[in-house]
Every structure is written in structure tokens, then in C-alpha cells.
């Protein structure tokens, strides 16, 4: 990625429940930028690996599962893994629990950031995630992290849930969420925190078009300084 621009890709970082995915999506729309869901991939990674059967502490296994997926994140939604739409199912509960196996796995997310930086080499994009602006994207300018309270965030993912037709205990997701805050925080590879340069949003009590004029006019002054 060196030698690009610093409009050419902007970050969004944060933690589980933060309203990631959908104000990026959005922004993206709203900047005529390219969307990338880094998620949605760990996500995919994470449901082919449990598809086939392979053991989730199988470091080696996993590392060949991300490397042969055969990934494709279309236009709008949809992420297609081996041919198979698994939109919906890359979002079940099991695979959320499952997806720091993958995460935390060197090899794995060297596969991941390889494969994030070939796609954002294609033209302007707002890429999602824990580590875009830290590991996958350090040159960008633009790093935005969003955060909000604990007790917004799993109310968030629980309305998430509920709409794909889930069951929730909201008191098991907020536990499900702290400790998946605890592991990303403290992992040695990769470890969710903010770019030092990033500017940090928080989201509480914010709406999703609230979040995403926030997002854009970062953005937009960023590439106003630019110019």
C-alpha cells in the first residue's frame, strides 16, 4: 500500500457492537467508496472452517482454511464462501463465538491482510475492522475509531440478532461482549486499540445517520487539508 494517497482509504476501527458495519456501509455509499466488511471475512473464515469439520485449536488447519477459501463479497450484502451465500449464517451466534480462534491465529490474519490490502488497492475504500488503522492500513490519514458504552453496545447486537430471527439473553451477549473486549484488547497479535492518530467517536446515544454525517465530515475535512 505505500505510495497511496491519504484519500484513498479510510479506517474504521472499534470494538463488537460499536455500529461498525452499518455506518461504514453507509459512508462508504455516501463518499462513493468502496466498502470492505473485514469482519464479514473473519466471519467467513470462521463458518468455513466449522463447515468442514476442522478443529478450531488446529493452528495449522486453520491457516490452510483462510488460504483455499475461495471468498466473494458481492455488492450489497452478500458474502458467498466456496460458491455457498452465507450472509445470514456467518452471523449466527456460534460463529461470533468462534471467530477469535481465526483472529488470533498469525497466519491466518497474514493471509486476511494480504488479501485487505489487494482489494483496497483498487480504488478508494472505507475498510471496517479491529486493525485497519494499526496493522492492515498504517499510512492512511483518515482513521476514525468508533467505541460506546457496554450496555448501548449489546442492546445494539441484540436488536441485530433479533431482526436475523435469533433468541437473545441480553445479559449472557453483554458478558459474550466483555469478554470478547478483554480478548481483542489483550491478544498479541493484532490487538484492537486505536491508532495513535485516529480520531475516536463515541457513538453513544448517537442514531446510525447521526454517526455517519460524523464519519463523512471527518473525511471530508481530512481530504479538504489534503488539497
Known sequence: MGGRTITDVVTIDGPAGAGKSTVARCAAERLGYAFLDTGAMYRAATWRAMHLGVPLTDDVALATVAREMNLDMAEGNSVLVDGVDVSAAIRAPDVTRSIHYLADNTNV???????????????????????????????????????????????????????????????????????????????????????????????????????????????????????
Open 109 to 227: 490474519r497474514e493471509t486476511m491482510v494480504a488479501h485487505q490490502r489487494r482489494i483496497a488497492a483498487l480504488g478508494p475504500t472505507v475498510a471496517e475492522g479491529r486493525d485497519m488503522g494499526t496493522i492492515v492500513f498504517p499510512e492512511a490519514a483518515c482513521k476514525i475509531y468508533l467505541d460506546a458504552s457496554p450496555e448501548e453496545r449489546a442492546n445494539r447486537r441484540a436488536e441485530d440478532m433479533k431482526a436475523a430471527g435469533h433468541s437473545v439473553d441480553i445479559e449472557k451477549l453483554a458478558g459474550e461482549i466483555r469478554e470478547r473486549d478483554e480478548r481483542d484488547r489483550n491478544r498479541t497479535v493484532a490487538p484492537l486499540r486505536p491508532a495513535d492518530d485516529a480520531i475516536e467517536v463515541d457513538t453513544t446515544g448517537m442514531t446510525p445517520d447521526e454517526t455517519v454525517d460524523a464519519i463523512v465530515a471527518l473525511v471530508e475535512a481530512v481530504k479538504g487539508t489534503a488539497s
